[in-house]
């Protein structure tokens, strides 16, 4: 006789530390469980406080206060409702673990997390005591007993627990997960669950977390594997789903019924979709009503703009042009083309008057010496103060517009252009950006808020990169082209290639070698930017931590 039992995905997007709010967003999913008759709701990694706790675990009073809310949820399956499958913190025998709660019928089982990613941007060794091999948990469904094996994220990256959950009877794997994006993780993902499913025979339900935690961002992108390898489930990346799935258990055998499948998004259409659920969640789940940014004409602001009205929709952006004696008026016209574009409300404000005040104040101290660079940060610092007096004014907060491209080498004003609270564009590269901006200009984002059509004007495209801090500048006085710039930097940053290595690959082993000492001198900049968005494997901070204080140079060894 055929036995069919139904589990629910809840891909849900958790706030860190808000564990009530969380334990809510359980109670709603259980309540769509039920009403679908399914026997079990599952959750992610660490759901209750939210995915990554970092040091809040540290603090006895976050820990107890999970603890109580766990306890109620536990309570309540008392009804003989569908069963929780969570993630959390949990204390026992005096070590904290990362966790997994099975509470059905009143009752709670605990498994730990074996395997503790210590790379990249995890450090759960920091706060987590590793757990020992864990049994599968045996749960009451509608139809009798069932075996569940439940590996905790990255318990799926090795052979091991899964291999000992088969070896004790697992009947089915249940993962929960909090796997942050980056380019190409969700190939990863599938290709380890793919791995686990052949050697075990198992099939596999794999819940990931979804949405922004401040410069990681969750893509969601859950889905259940057959014992086979095959993708029978896929619910969408980006955004929050709830999915109800059939199963059968024919002989001890679990088998998904269930045929669901979103195509997921890749290439530019994702580095879009991460960046703008980055953004959204950052300034939502920290409370700004709007936010502002200095549009200047150019393709970093513009870019910016574009995913601040997605986001947020264009009521809740204002944007602020900001021009001096060096502005154009192609600039000028640019920056209002874009902004009646996005639909976004836009002001300006002169600073011409402002340098002038400053520089008439300096300039006892200055005397006769010629205007360099400093007369050139003036001006960006007098933008900065002036975006982050509206911010004071009226709550909303700054988006800063640097690229990766130039948060490398230093190409930005401390405390000027770098002022702000989030960047969107921090982890992009200034090749991807012009592509990005194409690309926005033919695709409406699944789940964008903002205008549909072209929203960017072409000719910002099209235009040579300049900061208009001097007479006829442009961003190639200063850097070498940014085909050639990102290559280097591709090489340097992402590869951690040696300075052999890059010059191989065709560039002049001189610019190398000042790209290289730009990139470490500027290491003082980025300890102080604004957190932004991680997109690919080596963003600044999480994933690159390099000493302020330096002194070595690959390419000086070379001579």
């Not at 070590?95 to 759960?124: C, Q």
Request: hydrophobic content about 40%; proline content about 5%; charged content about 25%.
């Amino acid at each position: 006789m055929e036995e069919k039992i139904s589990i629910t995905l809840a891909q849900l997007n958790p706030k860190v530390g808000d564990v009530s709010g969380n334990a809510d967003l359980l109670r709603a999913a259980r309540a769509e469980a039920a009403e679908a008759g399914s026997d079990f709701v599952v959750a992610g990694e660490l759901f209750l406080c939210g995915y990554p706790p970092e040091d809040l675990v540290m603090k006895r009073a976050f820990v107890d206060y999970i603890k109580a809310t766990a306890d109620d949820l536990v309570a309540e399956t008392a009804d003989g409702g569908p069963a929780y499958i969570f993630g959390l913190p949990y204390e026992e025998d005096g070590a904290l673990y990362n966790s997994v709660m099975v509470a059905e019928n009143g009752r709670a089982h605990i498994r730990h997390k074996v395997h503790l990613p210590n790379y990249s941007v995890f450090d759960e060794k920091r706060l987590f005591s590793a757990g020992s091999l864990p049994a599968p948990v045996t749960v009451s469904t509608s139809l009798g007993e069932l075996k569940i094996g439940l590996p905790i994220c990255e318990d799926i990256w090795f052979e091991d627990v899964c291999a000992h959950l088969k070896s004790c009877g697992a009947q089915i794997l249940i993962s929960p997960n909090g796997s942050p994006y980056e380019t190409g993780k969700a190939e990863k993902r599938r290709a380890h669950a793919v791995e686990r499913c052949h050697a075990t025979q198992l099939p596999l339900v794999y819940v990931n977390q979804l949405g922004g935690q401040d410069e990681l961002v969750f893509d969601g992108a859950s889905f259940v594997m057959s014992a086979a390898g095959d993708v029978q489930v896929q619910l969408p990346a980006w955004q929050e789903d709830i999915s109800h799935t059939t199963w059968s258990l024919t002989s001890g055998t679990a088998t998904c019924l269930s045929d669901q499948k979103t195509a997921l998004e890749d290439g530019l259409a994702a580095t879009y979709q991460a960046a703008m659920l980055g953004l959204r969640d950052y300034v939502r789940k920290n409370g700004f009503p709007s936010v502002l940014l200095g549009l200047s004409g150019g393709i970093d602001s513009a870019i910016c703009a574009a995913l601040a009205a997605d986001a947020l929709g264009p009521q809740s952006v204002h944007c602020i042009m900001l021009p001096s004696k060096f502005t154009s008026q192609e600039s000028l016209d640019d920056a209002k083309e874009c902004a009646e574009l996005l639909g976004v409300q836009l002001d300006e404000v002169s600073i011409e008057e402002g340098v002038g005040s400053l520089e008439g104040a300096l300039s006892p101290l200055f005397g006769d010496l010629p205007n360099d660079i400093t007369e050139e940060n003036i001006q960006s610092r007098l933008r900065g103060t002036l975006l982050m007096a509206l911010s004071n004014k009226f709550g909303s907060m700054v988006v800063t517009t640097g690229n990766k491209s130039e948060v490398s080498v230093g190409y930005s004003t401390l405390y000027g252009d770098m002022n702000g609270g989030f960047n969107p564009i921090k982890d992009i590269y200034k090749t991807e950006i012009f592509a990005l901006c194409a690309w926005r200009n033919a695709h409406f984002p699944v789940g964008a808020l903002g205008q549909k059509g072209k929203v960017i004007p072409v000719s910002i495209i099209e235009k040579p990169p300049t900061a208009e801090l001097r007479d006829n500048q442009k961003d190639e006085d200063s850097l070498p082209p940014y085909d050639e710039l990102d290559d280097i930097l591709s090489g340097l940053v992402e590869e951690e290639l040696g300075f052999d290595d890059i010059v191989a690959r065709g560039h002049d082993p001189d610019t190398v070698k000042r790209i290289e000492h730009l990139l470490y001198i500027s290491e003082y900049k980025r300890r102080q930017a604004a957190p932004g968005v991680k997109i690919g494997h080596r963003n600044f901070g999480r994933d690159r931590r390099y000493p302020i204080t330096n002194g070595f140079r690959n390419a000086r060894l070379k001579g």
